[in-house]
């Protein structure tokens, strides 16, 4: 089957075809990085991980490309009010970003841009547009001529003479029409600055991802992604900027993800419900963080509560049960029957579920739903008295095989240390004994260890709590 993406440009969803065979170049608007990310920021960072992971699962090389916004006004802000140079307060959290989300299963990218490693090609791509007669010189700013592309407003859908009656010039801003953004930003006094030809200053947010996609992966690229927030005004000045400079179509592809909202309500500091990805991962399991996401179809809104979180990890805990439960089995397999090719062939049509859910628009949230399907099965296979190893193998392989292609791996139960190794071969002696209270008081103390026993038909088992 063919991939379908929903593509925010035209607002339906098309059949993906890749510029290059075998080969998708994707650019992804990263974090400024001037604080801990929050759970808004960490969405996008999983979906178009887990978007990149099954393309490569269907044999595509992902050419990935994640910038870092490393020099703004709110970077400067910070620098101010800590005492420190911007460099270091964005290195620190550029490794802090890099390892929330590699907690929470997000490879890193091929190519991780930063805006003060790029100047070079953001001072050459704004001499372009000013060449070309789209931007001009005022003194010391560089503004786009918003009104010389013909096609701005095409991603977010509004006319031009619709966005002129919203625009307004701000303070100190020399622009010949409202609708002008700025490339180039004079610098003040005491201001981090570069050299260009209109003076010492910075770049404007939006030029820097232009400047970064052309190196990185050309004129035209196939997905272009980002929050649902960055594609007006942000993604659309990315588009007239780079088809005005390039004389070619940017970005085939236009994908953006839905809003996250704190028990129901929008999450921003001034209501107070801000939540930051660094403080969650030191109280959740990253992994059920990760599955909380993408149980939600990652273009929908997503409603962010302790409640719905413990709803995640209550679905989460099935996963590893069933898994659990497969392991011990397969260690006391009697390999007798003999209708392998039946469980085969189902878990064979749920593998064939899944990825038709995948390839329609990357549907997470029914994907994971075909993965309990599989639970079920397993679960029923193991009812039978006789069980066969090939066919549980199956069931543990297609389950790591379905959740590795949505980042999540599931860790081995690491081994019980010698004291606990003991008091469970104590407990399993005290009940042959029939010394219950002993394997009672036992069993009780383990479970004060977060060590929980379970006593089947084939023997003691044990999971941490």
């Known amino acids: 089957m063919t991939i379908s993406i929903y593509n925010t440009m035209k607002r339906q969803k098309e059949e993906f075809k890749p510029i290059e065979p075998d080969k998708v170049k994707m650019y992804v608007c990263g974090p400024t990085v001037y604080n801990y990310i929050h759970i808004g920021n960490a969405r996008p960072a999983i979906v178009f991980d887990t978007v990149r992971r099954y393309f490569e699962y269907k044999g595509f090389a992902v050419d990935y490309v994640l910038n870092f916004t490393d020099v703004d006004d709110k970077l400067i802000k910070a620098a101010n009010e800590l005492g420190e140079e ?3 307060i964005a290195n620190r959290f550029i490794q802090a970003y890099k390892e929330d989300v590699g907690a929470l299963g997000v490879k890193e990218a091929v190519h991780h841009p930063r805006v003060t490693e790029s100047m070079d090609d953001i001072i050459a791509f704004i001499s372009t547009l000013i060449d070309k ?3 001009y010189e005022s003194e010391g700013d560089v503004y786009f ?3 010389s592309f013909e096609g701005y407003g095409k991603l977010s859908h ?5 966005l002129r009656s919203g625009a307004r010039i701000q ?3 020399k622009k010949e029409d409202p609708l002008d953004f700025t490339l180039w930003k004079k610098a003040k006094d005491g201001e981090i600055a570069w050299q260009s030809p209109w003076g010492q200053g910075r770049p404007g947010w939006h030029i820097e991802c232009s400047a970064m996609a052309k190196r990185y992966l050309g004129d035209t690229i196939d997905i272009h992604a980002g929050g649902q927030d960055l594609a007006f005004p942000h993604h659309e000045n990315e588009i007239a900027q780079s088809e005005a400079g390039n004389g070619k179509s940017f970005a085939n592809y236009w994908m953006h993800n839905g809003y996250i909202n704190i ?10 419900n801000f939540v930051l990805a660094h403080d969650l991962i030191q109280k959740h399991d990253p992994k059920v963080l990760r599955f909380f996401m993408l149980s939600v179809h990652y273009r929908n809104p997503i409603n962010f509560s302790d409640s719905l979180l413990e709803s995640a990890k209550n679905s989460f805990d099935r996963i590893e049960n069933v898994m659990t439960n497969l392991k011990h089995r397969k260690e006391t397999s009697l390999d007798l029957v003999s209708d392998n090719q039946k469980w085969l062939d189902k878990i064979s049509k749920i593998e064939e579920d899944f990825e038709r859910e995948m390839d329609d628009d990357f549907n997470t949230a029914n994907a994971i739903a075909v993965i309990f399907d599989l639970i079920k099965e397993a679960n029923t296979y193991l009812q039978n008295k006789q069980t066969h190893t090939e066919v549980i193998t199956a069931f543990e392989n297609t389950m790591n095989q379905l959740l590795q292609i949505l980042g999540i791996t599931l860790e081995e139960e690491t081994l019980l240390d010698e004291e606990i190794e003991q008091l469970i071969e104590q407990r399993i002696a005290a009940r042959k004994n029939k010394d219950f209270a002993l394997a009672d008081q036992i069993r009780d103390d383990l479970k004060d260890r977060d060590i929980i026993l379970e006593d089947t038909p084939q023997g003691t088992r ?4």
């Open 86 to 88: 911007v460099p270091v």
């Open 133 to 135: 007669g789209h931007a």
């Open 462 to 465: 044990w999971k941490r709590g």
């Open 158 to 162: 509004q006319s031009i003479d619709e």
């Open 145 to 147: 001529k918003t009104r």
């Open 171 to 173: 303070v100190g801003e």
């Open 263 to 272: 028990d129901n309500e929008k999450m921003s500091k001034s209501l107070g």
